[in-house]
């Protein structure tokens, strides 16, 4: 079955006896409705009338003014099944949505609207012309023609993804390029660590010598005889020392 693709989204064409079998339901269809149409307007009649009065001028009058209301009706009936019945939603009439087809336009794939539906069926009067255009690559009738319409199944088919239609070489050579980005970005943040823990060990090795310094001072303050100074001093040590300890366990 032939394939066309609207709006980028691929449709399978309507073969040509499906879409005859969809107009024959709707002819079908109008032709019961003017039926039961005609039915009730008799059943009318006798119950205004009765059987025994059909001969009187009123009831003739009468029964005369059903006739032309039914007449007028089916006309507008066949008016409206024939020529604007697919202007439906989703672009169905009756015999296209109980057969799953549909009328799309060309230009933006989206169903075709009573004004495109009158001009499909506008060109049927065209006839055979008309249906010598249905032997096209899109199947399109004269009428299609005018309205830039074409009928399809109802359901588009999947598209394929990228996958399967790319080039295999240029699959990998992304593929390679993305390695590669990645491995750039995974050495950035390596270097950054590095940056970091080079910190880490500076401050702790500055820690770990002032804390020596003063060490030595507070010694020097004791042997001057100085214990309060020395007092402070070992306090400074102790500070530095416990900030070395932090930068090693940070580091």
Request: net charge positive.
């Amino acid at each position: 079955m032939k394939s066309i693709k609207i709006a980028g989204k691929k449709f399978k064409l309507a073969s040509r006896l499906t879409r005859l079998y969809a107009l024959f339901i709707d002819i079908a269809l109008i032709g019961a409705a003017q039926s039961v149409l005609g039915l009730l307007l008799s059943i009318v009649a006798l119950l205004l009338f009765g059987i025994g009065s059909f001969g009187s001028p009123q009831s003739l009058l009468s029964i005369g003014g059903l006739s032309i209301f039914a007449f007028l009706f089916s006309i507008v009936l066949w008016i409206f099944g024939l020529f604007f019945i697919d202007g439906f939603r989703k672009g169905q009439g009756i015999g296209k949505k109980l057969l799953s087809l549909q009328v799309l336009r060309l230009k933006d794939g989206k169903p075709c609207t009573f004004k495109d539906a009158f001009l499909r069926r506008f060109a049927g009067l065209l006839q055979p012309f008309d249906l010598l255009w249905f032997l096209g690559k899109k199947q399109q009738r004269l009428g299609d023609k005018f309205a830039e319409t074409v009928v399809v199944e109802f359901e588009p088919e999947p598209e394929q993804t990228e996958g399967e239609t790319e080039d295999p070489v240029n699959v990998l050579e992304n593929a390679i390029v993305e390695m590669k980005n990645r491995l750039a970005e995974a050495r950035e943040k390596v270097d950054a660590s590095i940056g970091v823990e080079k910190q880490f060990q500076d401050a702790y090795e500055d820690a770990v010598v002032q804390a020596d310094r003063w060490q030595d001072r507070a010694v020097i303050s004791l042997k001057a005889g100085r214990e309060d100074l020395a007092r402070e001093d070992l306090e400074k040590r102790n500070q530095y020392q416990r900030l070395a300890e932090q930068y090693k366990t940070q580091w």
